[in-house]
């Protein structure tokens, strides 16, 4: 198992420019996460998802976008790019909230200058 | 809105020194507490709680929640240099924000040789 893995790692975007944020995981897991860690911070949930078609607004979701077409992906769109979205991306999944263990990738640093 | 705060957001210690970090929790419909340990990269999973009182412990650390209070409390004896990370708190919805996993602000915690 590859267990969470997101694309890409790192990036750098102009102000104004769109992309998508890769997540998928293999191990059947109905639970999905975005969260972004701002230096010296901690997590702030941006969107999260129960299951495949069925998405929800966290804390911080505005200038952000997501979809679960499928079980295994779970992608994050940013639409016109800020310098307030730079920030480390984590992605994380779960297949059940009775043990509270969250498996996250390895995170993406995105840069917006 | 559903709110997780920790205190202290630093804390500087000597190895040896016993260390408690304090989480304090508003929320809706409360279904756990959690509690990670983030070092270089992605957080990794300590401790679940849902029952008032009951300490779950592992080697030098222990928690423990008050749910009439709503805090929990994480405390780590004889600190050594590797506990040095940033500790942080979270919580997983019930009712309508079932499924929901928001994390607090941190606590950066730092064990001097």
């Known amino acids: 198992n590859a267990g969470v893995t997101q694309t890409p790692k790192f990036r750098i975007l102009k102000i104004g420019q769109s992309m998508t944020l890769q997540c998928t995981q293999d191990m059947n897991h109905n639970y999905m996460y975005w969260y972004r860690q701002d230096p010296g911070m901690g997590l702030k949930l941006i969107y999260y998802s129960v299951g495949a078609g069925i998405t929800d607004k966290g804390e911080v979701p505005n200038g952000y976008n997501v979809s679960r077409s499928t079980t295994e992906d779970f992608p994050l769109r940013l639409e016109l790019a800020a310098p307030s979205q730079t920030s480390v991306y984590f992605c994380?999944?779960?297949?059940?909230?009775?043990?509270?263990?969250?498996?996250f990738g390895e995170g993406s640093r995105l840069t917006v200058l | 809105e559903d709110k997780v705060v920790q205190s202290p957001l630093s804390l500087v210690v000597h190895e040896g020194d016993t260390v408690t970090l304090n989480c304090s929790y508003e929320v809706t419909n409360f279904r756990s507490l959690l509690w990670y340990k983030q070092e270089k990269k992605a957080p990794t999973f300590l401790f679940m709680l849902?029952?008032?009182?009951i300490e779950k412990k592992s080697g030098r650390l222990s928690s423990i929640l008050d749910k009439k209070e709503l805090f929990s409390i994480l405390n780590i004896t004889a600190t050594q240099t590797g506990d040095s990370a940033v500790y942080l708190c979270?919580?997983?919805?019930?009712?309508?924000?079932?499924?929901?996993?928001?994390f607090g602000q941190g606590t950066i915690l730092t064990v001097h040789p």
């Open positions: 849902t029952s008032s009182g």
């Open positions: 979270a919580h997983t919805g019930g009712g309508t924000s079932y499924g929901k996993l928001t």
């Open positions: 994380a999944s779960t297949g059940t909230l009775n043990t509270g263990e969250l498996f």
